[in-house]
């Protein structure tokens, strides 16, 4: 086998995406501490700055949920269920703490049976309000000082303004990167499949945001060189919940349509919004991670043009098509999905919404449903 | 899957208190349907905003969730139910929720009030208002109700409690809570000053806030009446009476409400008068309760068997704040009782208290001493399917009662609204062997020492 330090580019991230555990147990081997956390609308780049390294938990649809559904009811979001059971039998046994916040019901609900079940030297719940006013951005500022007071405390040392502002600058490089990515992604063909893309942002990720800007810069320098694909497919917009393999979006393009955008966690919601650092760094911080923070979990007005950038998003990337993944249990994306249809509806752009319970066996099963609704929105196309 | 209603069965109640919410229901809709008709404020309002702020504003508030309630003992849930899901909301969605917007769906579709619609229906608001406490689905829900099908103001208010774990005792964590509270319910005040055209009567909130506390130490003395053996009211008489509590606990009506039923009560411990002449068990019902079924309470009291407590709507223990303070001691209520649910165990009891201290979920330790203090028998804990929220930290609670006590338990899943979900023979069968285990086990209440 090649080692990993001789890959590069898609090789590379492929490798990263296989084992995603094995470059922070390296890392932690060499007595760097490790901090998992969940979506997170609280700032990794106060983790980095403290010179600790930040490590999205993910599930494995292949293992099931049985060890966390002792301690959690089934009708929980199944992903969350998912990654606590990989936390019991000891998958993350590696981290030295756990940063949450309160994204959704289901993960301020992990967060009390984690620390209750694993607690770490670090853990901690960034609180976030679900609507944006004067009031609770005022806290949201409070929740961000207690949070880098904790991180402070616990790694010892204090967060000075240069290394803040370093921290979110290399976080910022990393979105900047990715938006470059995406930009390939407007070719048509694209330049970048969805499931390349995909895969890059999972191993990303899974290794700190230095080594992720250099990931990037490789596949962005050999998707440019390679010679490009010929056949033209449908162009399709991704939407919904938490998707962290490879499974859903590759089989949507092995039916023949090409993913070139996506609204969901590890994608845009991500890594759309860049830090300010023009002004005060917590206000940057605040307007990311906030106020930008693109989720239906925080309420962003009565009317249907909170979908607006969905419109926008199809037309810069030239998608005829949508498809929504809805986890089961996930209210959020659930209550959401009529309002979405019908707006996508005025629009005139076909929409397909599936739910699934991040099993492998119902991936498969959406196969079907999946290339009628590409011949479809080929034939409108044509 | 049964889809009949022979099954189901409405409950007997055995407290006068209780028999007469069904009246309380009734004269409550018909208020708000007169006041609406003479054009004055109503609101579709979310169970846990304040109802103190309501009543200080005089507004004429119905509540989505408790019309879920409604329907469902009416037998007309599924129906409203059928609309939604045919409207593309999930099945696993609030089934109050679904409820609601298969009731407006339809109200919009006949241009007036359907006329199954129980209770003569919610009628058009002229406000509606949400708070963030509990679950996602309280805010999604208002806000299709807002973006589909009532085109009126909205106020969503923030309610945040603290995580797990954190310090309770550090003032800048009282501080940073007390205060967006405070600005929250400002905002409310706000909201509602500019819907009503009328200021916030100072004065009139704060006799409200002294009702309320009233109210609430009333019902707290009334359940510590609950522990005495035999039992003299049922779990299916407090699902009644809670009604009050919840949505009026500060008009002069929840006080006399609260004060007769204490008096009741006391009498029926006085005199021994037992909800079941020879009870055989007690029980703690965990979770809420079907609905659409009540009358299982009584099928259980057939069986020699009685619930004696129930871990839903409890009121928590008085709080002492001086009405005085206004808004201020919402805030302090709230922050009070949020201290208090971290004391016990805050760990899958995220959102302590809503923003007039509604207890939100219960720590484990409390349902313990519910188990202990009101020596029971047994537990049933019953998952409603599609209320993650309310269901959640029961599979804790059974792992963590477990080891402490030494108490059968028995699990039973379906809904607090969907009838859909009620296997009947199942579940029938399912009481039947646990009250077999019971017998077996005679004369051991609690507890482990
Ligand atoms: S849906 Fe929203 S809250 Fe949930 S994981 Fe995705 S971005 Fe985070
Ligand atoms: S899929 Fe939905 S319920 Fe699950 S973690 Fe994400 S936002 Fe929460
Ligand atoms: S707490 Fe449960 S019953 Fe109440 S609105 Fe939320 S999901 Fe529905």
Redesign the pocket.
């Known amino acids: 086998m090649v080692p990993v330090a001789a890959l590069t580019g898609l090789q590379k991230v492929k490798y990263i995406y296989n084992n995603r555990l094995d470059r922070v147990k390296e890392l932690k081997s060499e007595g760097k501490r490790i901090i998992g956390y969940?979506?997170?609308?609280a700032p990794l780049e106060i983790l980095e700055a403290a010179g600790l390294v930040p490590f999205r938990i993910m599930g494995s649809p292949q293992k099931g949920t049985a060890s966390a559904d002792v301690h959690i009811e089934t009708n929980m979001c199944p992903?969350v269920r998912n990654c606590f059971a990989r936390g019991l039998e000891g998958e993350f046994g590696f981290l030295d703490g756990l940063l949450l916040s309160h994204?959704?019901d289901s993960?301020l609900r992990l967060y009390g049976l984690w620390k209750y079940h694993l607690d770490a030297p670090f853990t901690h719940c960034v609180n976030v309000p679900h609507t944006i006013s004067e009031p609770t951005i005022r806290f949201f500022r409070e929740e961000i000082e207690l949070f880098k007071e904790k991180v402070e405390q616990y790694a010892g040392q204090e967060i000075s303004g240069p290394a803040l502002r370093a921290s979110i600058e290399l976080y910022n490089a990393n979105k900047a990167l990715v938006k470059e990515l995406y930009g390939l992604r407007k070719e048509d063909p694209p330049l970048i499949s969805g499931t390349e893309m995909m895969e890059t942002l999972v191993a990303g990720l899974s290794i700190p945001a230095r080594e992720f800007n250099q990931l990037l810069r490789e596949v962005k320098d050999e998707v440019i060189t390679r010679p490009p694909k010929l056949t033209k497919k449908p162009r399709l917009l991704l939407h919904g919940?938490?998707m962290d393999k490879t499974g859903f979006v590759s089989l949507i393009e092995k039916c023949g349509a090409k993913v070139v955008m996506d609204d969901?966690?590890i994608g845009t919601?991500?890594f759309w919004n860049e830090v300010a650092t023009d002004g005060d760094l917590l206000d940057g911080l605040i307007d990311s991670y906030f106020k930008k923070?693109?989720?239906?979990?925080t309420y962003r007005g009565r009317s249907l043009h909170r979908f607006d950038y969905l419109r926008q998003y199809a037309t810069d990337y030239n998608a005829q098509g949508m498809i929504s993944y809805i986890m089961r249990f996930?209210d959020?994306?659930s209550l959401d999905a009529p309002d979405m249809r019908d707006y996508l509806r005025e629009l005139r752009l076909p929409v397909l919404i599936v739910e699934d319970d991040y099993t492998e066996g119902a991936v498969q099963s959406l196969r079907v449903r999946i290339q009628a609704f590409i011949e479809s929105v080929t034939e409108i196309s044509v | 899957m049964v889809t009949s209603s022979s099954e189901f069965a409405k409950p007997i109640r055995h407290t006068d208190a209780a028999k007469s919410v069904n009246r309380v229901l009734k004269d409550w809709y018909a208020r708000s349907q007169e006041a609406r008709a003479k054009g004055a404020p109503s609101a579709w309002v979310m169970a846990s905003t304040p109802p103190e702020i309501l009543e200080a504003f005089d507004i004429q508030a119905v509540f989505p969730e408790n019309y879920g309630a409604v329907s469902a003992s009416r037998g007309q849930a599924v129906h409203y139910i059928n609309i939604a899901e045919s409207e593309g909301y999930s099945p696993s969605i609030c089934s109050y929720c679904r409820n609601t917007l298969g009731y407006i769906q339809e109200r919009q579709q006949l241009k007036a009030e359907p006329p199954d619609a129980p209770l003569g229906g919610m009628g058009d608001p002229s406000m509606l208002l949400s708070v963030s406490l509990c679950c996602d689905i309280r805010i999604k829900w208002f806000q299709t109700l807002a973006t589909r099908y009532l085109k009126v103001p909205i106020h969503i208010m923030e309610s945040l409690n603290p995580p797990y774990g954190l310090d309770m005792t550090d003032e800048r964590i009282k501080k940073h809570y007390i205060d967006v509270a405070l600005a929250e319910l400002r905002s409310l005040v706000a909201f509602l000053e500019e819907q009503t055209g009328r200021k916030l009567d100072e004065r009139r909130l704060k006799q409200v806030i002294a009702n309320s506390l009233v109210a609430r130490r009333l019902l707290y003395q009334t359940y510590q009446l609950r522990k005495a053996v035999p039992s003299p009211m049922p779990s299916e008489d407090a699902f009644a009476c809670v009604v009050p509590y919840l949505y009026m606990r500060g008009t002069s009506f929840a006080v006399d409400f609260y004060q007769k039923l204490h008096e009741e009560v006391k009498e029926r411990v006085e005199k021994r008068i037992a909800v079941i002449p020879e009870e055989r068990y007690r029980i703690l019902w965990v979770g809420m309760p079907p609905w659409f079924n009540m009358g299982i309470f009584n099928y259980l009291e057939s069986l020699g068997t009685v619930s004696a407590i129930e871990s839903q709507y409890y009121m928590g223990t008085p709080i002492e704040v001086d009405p005085e303070k206004g808004l201020q001691a919402l805030a302090e209520i709230a922050w009070l009782r949020s201290v208090e649910q971290h004391r016990q165990g805050a760990e899958i009891a995220p959102e302590q208290s809503g923003p007039s201290g509604d207890v939100a979920g219960l720590p484990v330790s409390l349902v313990e001493s519910f188990a202990r203090d009101y020596k029971v028998h047994g537990i049933i804990v019953h998952l409603v399917q599609s209320c993650r929220i309310i269901s959640f930290g029961q599979a804790h609670y059974k792992n963590v009662l477990r080891e402490r006590l030494n108490l059968p338990m028995l699990s039973l899943e379906s809904d607090m609204s969907d009838p859909r979900l009620w296997n009947d023979t199942e579940i029938k069968g399912h009481i039947k062997l646990f009250i077999d285990v019971l017998g077996q086990r005679k004369g051991t209440t609690a507890v482990k020492q």
């Open positions: 969940l979506c997170s609308m992903y994204t959704c993960v919940c938490i969901t966690c919601r991500t923070f693109q989720c239906p979990r996930c959020c994306h």
